[in-house]
């Protein structure tokens, strides 16, 4: 472990050895949440009944407001003796699942003034809450604190700082980082994957985030229908679709199923970028193969479909909808409405508009306007 430790210190060497006084110290990193604070939110909450142990016990500080989660902050401090670490680790996730990190790292504060020695987790959660709050050098500030008191960092550690990296613009780090893990033998996620290569795409670096993936499973990672789902969804916005294709036929290879959101976005991609055949052909293919397409799939066909002036085809597909007990909505009537509009066929525009009336179906704007545009052009 203590080998780990060393090894991840490297990345974060200009910071680890920040003391915890002056400029550096994560322990006064946003403190909106003074001592004399706190105690005005004991006396506010001091009126009501707070056992804390029967409400971590019983789960009730999930449900908690950020409030009533701070009151009962106030009251565990009181408490003699003090709670475990583990009741304020439990405090301090529900807090930061509601996304006040910056309350989160303030009670980690108080918690450091009153001499509650943190542990592991305690301090995962509070590296999470740096990086999520784009304070990376705070968070590593911390995890160099933690590896001198003899905590060396794990998964969790790593991927939140992953996460501040990739959100921080500091992309080539986030993957030294992540060859870093593998190398000491931890094995990242989906969520991990997932993060770096949404921060590839963001920075550019598409063909970076497949090679990231080709290098991670010639060390054993083995990626699922998520990390091909980011995959997929960052070549088809670039326009890449053959690509996208590719990837498809490289998860059917390696026996990983593609679901509706995969099919779906390649779909959507093939449509924008003008080629309706191959989206139809696609569609086709994960029919073939069981896999059910939704609302989404078919507005981006029957769309499509329009803009080419194939109408008949899309009209077929609202059918197959139909037929299939999947609910078209405004998006689809409307698409549909302006495709027979610009082929002069008024008369089947406006059954379909008396059609999604029938279906409580609202017409938005560009249902009004395809029709009134429709009828200037008759008259």
Request: charged letters at 20%; one cysteine or more; proline letters at 3%.
């Amino acid at each position: 472990m203590m080998r780990r430790s060393f090894a991840i210190a490297s990345t974060a060497n200009r910071f680890v050895h920040a003391s915890l006084l002056g400029k550096g110290n994560p322990g006064t990193a946003s403190p909106s949440i003074s001592l004399f604070g706190l105690r005005c939110w004991e006396r506010a909450f001091s009126g009501l009944s707070y056992d804390y142990r029967e409400k971590l016990r019983n789960g009730l500080v999930q449900d908690l407001k950020l409030d009533d989660a701070i009151g009962l902050f106030g009251e565990m401090v009181k408490s003699r003796p003090l709670p475990s670490i583990i009741d304020f680790n439990k405090l301090l996730t529900a807090i930061a699942k509601m996304k006040k990190y910056d309350v989160v790292i303030s009670l980690g504060e108080q918690m450091q003034n009153l001499r509650i020695a943190n542990d592991l987790y305690t301090y995962n959660i509070l590296i999470n809450c740096f990086c999520r709050s784009s304070q990376l050098p705070l968070a590593l500030a911390l995890l160099g604190k933690m590896m001198k008191l003899g905590y060396g960092p794990d998964i969790v550690t790593l991927s939140s700082l992953l996460n501040g990296y990739c959100h921080g613009n500091r992309i080539s780090e986030a993957v030294a980082l992540l060859d870093q893990m593998v190398e000491m033998g931890y094995k990242p996620d989906t969520v991990t994957f997932t993060t770096l290569i949404h921060g590839l795409f963001l920075h550019n670096k598409a063909s970076e985030a497949v090679a990231l993936v080709e290098r991670m499973m010639l060390k054993g990672c083995q990626p699922n229908v998520l990390t091909y789902g980011a995959l997929v969804n960052g070549v088809c916005k670039r326009g890449e679709t053959d690509l996208a294709l590719r990837l498809l036929k490289k998860m059917e290879e390696e026996k990983i199923k593609a679901d509706v959101v995969i099919y779906s976005t390649i779909i959507d991609g093939l449509c924008k970028y003008r080629h309706p055949d191959d989206a139809l052909n696609l569609f086709n293919e994960m029919d073939n193969k069981g896999i059910r397409p939704n609302v989404f799939t078919y507005n981006t066909l029957i769309s499509c479909l329009c803009n080419y002036g194939r109408w008949e085809d899309a009209a077929g597909l609202l059918r197959d909808m139909i037929e299939r007990s999947i609910n078209p909505d405004v998006v689809t009537f409307s698409a549909l409405i302006d495709g027979f509009v610009k082929e002069g066929k008024l008369l089947e525009a406006e059954k379909l508009y008396k059609e999604m009336i029938k279906r409580s179906i609202v017409p938005n704007t560009i249902t009004y306007n395809s029709l009134i545009n429709g009828f200037c052009m008759q008259s």
